[in-house]
């Protein structure tokens, strides 16, 4: 090397640790404009993915309900076809407001042989609503504005990384005269 001349980055060791730096600093940049795309894309989806999920979930709840209270009907009409009169008196009292004077109507039933739970079913627990850090991000994505000024954020990033980390020109054809 001649005195007062620069070193070249371009040649040797110098040139190799320089390019790594840019390399680095470009996937860094880009990297982080990439996340940040993606993350406007995917998680507004994410969120509609997981509240469907939710309501598909509570109605599977609904239907067990739904069912059980079917199983529940059919097993009284068909405690009602064997005729068992304490059933007959407490359909009286429920569906005609009618109750024997006399007599106790909500006593055990005369035949042993019907079924428990003719009435009442136990209902079906609902599931939690979605929560957690990711789904409240994914709501505030949802805002128009909030999306366009973070893709405006990643695209100029990633113009910024493509600029500020391009590999020298080597061809001279930029380089000023001397």
């Keep these: 090397m001649e005195s007062g001349t620069k070193a070249d980055p371009s040649c040797g060791t110098i040139g190799a640790v320089f390019a790594f730096g840019r390399l680095v600093g470009f996937f860094a940049l880009a990297g982080t404009a990439t996340a ?3 993350g406007v894309i995917l998680l507004p989806e ?3 993915l997981a509240q469907t999920t939710y309501e598909l979930d509570v109605d599977r709840a609904k239907t067990a309900d739904l069912q059980g209270q079917v199983d529940a009907n059919r097993r009284f009409l068909e405690a009602l076809e064997e005729g068992c009169p ?3 008196k407490r ?3 429920h569906q005609a407001a009618q109750s024997p004077s006399n007599e106790n109507a909500f006593g055990p039933p005369v035949h042993t042989s019907l079924p428990p739970g ?3 079913t136990p209902r079906t627990p609902r599931p939690d609503p979605p929560d957690g850090w990711v789904l409240r991000t994914a709501r505030k994505l ?3 504005s ?3 000024g973070l893709l405006l954020l990643a695209a100029g990033v990633m113009l910024a990384a493509m600029f500020l980390f391009a590999p020298p020109n080597r061809d001279g ?3 000023p005269q001397r």
């Design 36 to 38: 940040v795309l993606a």
């Design 46 to 48: 994410l969120s509609r």
């Design 86 to 88: 304490v059933l007959y």
């Design 91 to 93: 359909l009286a009292i």
């Design 118 to 120: 003719i009435i009442q």
């Design 142 to 144: 949802e805002n128009p």
């Design 146 to 148: 909030t999306r366009r």
């Design 173 to 175: 054809a930029d380089s």
